[in-house]
């Protein structure tokens, strides 16, 4: 298993600004995710983050937006830019532990006015 | 391509009661399918995974779900609610074949609510 921890748990934001997200895992993996939950809703994911290559991004998430590092095996980061209120939503980050199971961490509430 | 569908945004249940959740898939090789529960304000936890074998599979919190392969389906059940159940339930899919998506696809939720 793997054990996520997010900051901040929750930020309000002023349209126009930038948040950046860390995501710490416990373990070493080598596929992180971010996705994007609207309070009750499923998941939709923005990127995929492998340590030692660029991120992989979904089609409408592009990395001017959403850009994300993974300096090691343990640590990502996604930063929101530019923030709008369409960009209110909880951001969640993910790992793969090789054994077919994804851990979430407890997400970001993200409320931008 | 890989998809999967959750045909209830809500199901209501007494405590004591069993309780079903719906969770059909779609995809062109063989599937692994993984059921996540979500309280209030916290990150989803995984429940249950089929991945081969038995088509029963027992999970955490005395909950278990079935493979059907036939019906494409794989439904969360639990022989007896409690109103601590209540949550966010998501069932997904990863297709397994040559080919197919590391990344699971996820249902789009189903709203449990357990009453007293």
């Known amino acids: 298993s793997a054990v996520i921890s997010q900051k901040p748990s929750r930020d309000i934001c002023q349209r126009g600004t930038s948040l950046t997200i860390q995501c710490q895992v416990d373990s070493q993996v080598t596929m992180m995710f971010w996705y994007r939950q609207q309070p009750g809703q499923s998941l939709t994911l923005i990127a995929t983050a492998n340590q030692g290559s660029e991120a992989t991004y979904e089609s409408g998430f592009v990395i001017d937006k959403f850009p994300i590092s993974r300096p090691n095996l343990t640590f990502s980061t996604l930063t929101v830019s530019n923030m709008s209120p369409e960009d209110s939503s909880i951001y969640l980050c993910s790992v793969d532990d090789g054994y077919n199971e994804q851990f979430f961490g407890p997400g970001t509430r993200l409320t931008v006015l | 391509a890989q998809s999967v569908a959750q045909p209830e945004d809500q199901v209501n249940v007494a405590e004591g009661n069993p309780l079903t959740v719906k969770c059909t898939y779609s995809v062109s090789g063989n599937p692994y399918l993984f059921w996540y529960v979500q309280y209030p304000n916290r990150g989803l936890q995984f429940l249950l995974k089929?991945?081969?074998?038995?088509?029963l599979v027992k999970g955490s919190y005395g909950f278990e779900a079935e493979f059907n392969k036939s019906q494409t389906s794989f439904h969360l059940k639990k022989p007896s609610a409690l109103v601590s159940d209540s949550a966010l339930y998501f069932c997904a899919v990863r297709d397994m074949s040559a080919g197919g998506s590391y990344i699971p696809t996820f249902g789009r939720g189903t709203s449990l609510i357990v009453h007293p």
């Open positions: 089929y991945i081969t074998g038995d088509n």
